[in-house]
C-alpha cells in the first residue's frame, strides 16, 4: 500500500514541478533527474522485497 501511495505522491510532485516550470518558474532539472534515479532504484529495491516475501 505505501508503495502505492509513494508513486502517486511523486507523480503529482512532477505534475506540479512541470506546471512551476511552464508558468517561468525556474527548475533545477540536474536534481529531477538525481531524485528520479534514486527513487526509480528505491522501487526496484522495494519490488525485490515485495517478491522475496511472496516466493520465499
Do not use: C, D
Not at 512532477?14 to 525556474?26: I, N, R
Request: glycine share 8%.
Amino acid at each position: 500500500m505505501e508503495g502505492i501511495l509513494f508513486v502517486g505522491v511523486t507523480g503529482f510532485t512532477l505534475v506540479m514541478l512541470h506546471v512551476l516550470e511552464q508558468s517561468g518558474f525556474p527548475i533545477n532539472t540536474a536534481m529531477i533527474r538525481l531524485f528520479m534515479e534514486v527513487s526509480k532504484y528505491g522501487a526496484i529495491l522495494w519490488l525485490l522485497k515485495v517478491l522475496s516475501k511472496t516466493f520465499f
